[in-house]
């Protein structure tokens, strides 16, 4: 009973991690003749299983080969049709994909990935997967042209290209081409970048190209005219656009330093003003008072009262007698008399934008 028991837990935690070693990939796959591609297989590895053997497989016209194996002894190429054609990546636990270059009509077929791993108890788990593939020839389809960065209105004694692209299976070839006023082709190259490093007035025209390659049975495809202009004048430099994002950062700090100190500028003489405006004192000199006091003397003769002994007892009034060689008497005028009165403190406060002390 015991046994049993065992063997149905070890039977679960088995199928249980072989769970996590299934392998993913894909049915179809249809890739490009001449062209490269990637045929998927992969998994997650599983804590207590190591991977074994590797190996891919190709079935065509109902026969199967093993193209290639990856075990303890290393990787190995076993049909030499794909020897440096093929090759699967290393150092990288679950990724067993298969790369397959310079595709041929003849790779069509079956490919199946195997992998089996071992485990701890020396048991062994295999999985496998299958992807059709389908190589196709590919026409080279209608070219496009990509103008350089300056684009198509260029300053003379800069440099700029043309670039003709087209997809299709490879390889591509491509021609260049002038029209010239006459209606005629001038042919300028037979690479996919036409390139100036100095252009000239003269270099301004009308140019196309074409693509072809040995999928499309000959067939040229012919790409749009474009037209380049060569002005007169100094090249424009190009402008990484992160040197426009630079200079409009230190701008907007500079600017903002700036206003920062003309508004700290205007706080400071705004607190100072206040501060001389709170109480203005005005002082008058007395010796001011004097010289205004000095100008309203007039001078004035002041009439003598005599008294008569003889009449003291009497009611008869007292004569007056006016000598002006006896003295002088000083009188004030009105004006100085209300000076006097309206300058009864030597100092006046004015007010200035605060309410007023109290006394």
Partial sequence: MGEAVWIVVFTMAFTCCSAFLDLSGVHEMKVMWMGSTMVPCSYV???????????????RDHSSSTIFRRDSSGDHVLLSRFRDRISVPKDSPGNA?????????????????????ISENNSLVTKEVTTTVKVLKVAATKPIIRAGELGLRVPAGARTSLTCEASGSPPISY????????????????????????????????????ATNRAGAGAVQQSDAVELTVTTGAPRAAHPSHLYALAAALGVAVLGALLAAIL??????????????????????????????????????????????????????????????????????????????????EYEIEFSGVPALPN
């Fill in 45 to 59: 590895p599983s804590e207590g299983f190591m991977q074994q053997t590797l190996s891919w497989s190709l079935e």
């Fill in 97 to 117: 994909s298969l790369l397959i270059e310079s595709l041929e009509i003849t790779d069509s077929g079956h490919y199946t990935c195997q992998i089996t791993w």
């Fill in 175 to 210: 021609r260049w081409f002038r029209s010239t006023p006459e209606g005629k082709a001038l042919f300028l190259s037979s690479q996919a970048e036409l390139a100036w490093d100095n252009l000239h007035p003269s270099d301004s025209g009308r140019y196309y190209c074409e």
């Fill in 264 to 345: 700290c500028r205007w706080r400071r003489r705004r607190r100072q003003d206040k501060a001389d405006s709170i109480y203005q004192v005005c002082f008058h000199s007395t010796a001011d008072v004097t010289r205004l006091e000095a100008d309203v003397e007039v001078p004035a003769k002041c009439p003598l009262t005599e008294t008569n002994p003889k009449a003291a007892t009497s009611n008869d009034s007292p004569t007056i007698k006016d000598n002006s060689h006896n003295g002088t008497c000083i009188r004030k005028s009105s004006e100085y008399e209300n000076l006097l009165t309206a300058m009864e403190s």
